[in-house]
C-alpha cells in the first residue's frame, strides 16, 4: 500500500490540478478548468493514504457517491483513476469537450466540419464560413445526413 507522501507526490504531478487543504490534515485536488461545476478530481487524500478519486464516467452503484477509494491501488493505476477523471471532467454535460470536431464528407469530395462550442453545434464550410448552428448533436447531423454528407 502506498503512503500518503508517495501518494501526494503521484497527485503533484497532474500540473492541471490544484492542491487544497482540507479539516484532519486532509487534501483535495481540484481541476479547475472543468466544463462542468464538479471539479474535485481527488477528495480527501489523508495521513493514512487513503483517497477518493471522481469517477462519475462509472455507473453511479459502482462508485461511493461518484468517487472510488484508492487506499490498496498501486501508482500506475492511480495515476490511470487520475487522469480518465480530468479527461471526463473536460467535457461539458453533453458528453463532449468544448472544440470537438468532426469532418463530413459528401461523393464529390466537399467537405464540412461539425464543431460542438458553448453548448450548440456548428456546421462550418471549407472556406471557414458558417453553416448553420444547431441545439442537438443529432439535429446537426440529420441536416448533414439530408445534405448527402457522411461522417469521414
Given at each position: 500500500m502506498l503512503s500518503f507522501?508517495?501518494?501526494?507526490?503521484?497527485?503533484?504531478?497532474?500540473?492541471?490540478?490544484t492542491m487544497h487543504e482540507v479539516s484532519l490534515k486532509r487534501l483535495n485536488y481540484h481541476f479547475e478548468e472543468s466544463a462542468v461545476p464538479k471539479t474535485t478530481v481527488v477528495k480527501f487524500?489523508?495521513?493514512?493514504?487513503?483517497?477518493?478519486?471522481?469517477?462519475?464516467?462509472?455507473?453511479?452503484?459502482?462508485?461511493?457517491?461518484?468517487?472510488?477509494?484508492?487506499?490498496?491501488e498501486d501508482a500506475e493505476m492511480i495515476r490511470q483513476?487520475?487522469?480518465?477523471?480530468?479527461?471526463?471532467?473536460?467535457?461539458?454535460?453533453?458528453?463532449?469537450?468544448?472544440?470537438?470536431?468532426?469532418?463530413?464528407?459528401e461523393d464529390h469530395g466537399d467537405y464540412l466540419t461539425l464543431e460542438y462550442r458553448n453548448g450548440m453545434w456548428s456546421i462550418i464550410m471549407s472556406s471557414g464560413a458558417l453553416e448553420a448552428i444547431f441545439k442537438t448533436r443529432d439535429a446537426a447531423v440529420g441536416y448533414l445526413e439530408d445534405e448527402g454528407f457522411f461522417e469521414n
Open positions: 507522501a508517495e501518494k501526494k507526490a503521484i497527485f503533484d504531478e497532474f500540473e492541471e490540478l487524500l489523508h495521513p493514512n493514504g487513503n483517497a477518493f478519486i471522481y469517477a462519475g464516467y462509472l455507473p453511479e452503484e459502482d462508485t461511493m457517491k461518484g468517487y472510488i477509494s484508492v487506499l490498496e483513476m487520475t487522469a480518465d477523471a480530468i479527461e471526463y471532467l473536460k467535457k461539458t454535460v453533453d458528453g463532449y469537450e468544448e472544440g470537438y470536431q468532426e469532418n463530413w464528407v
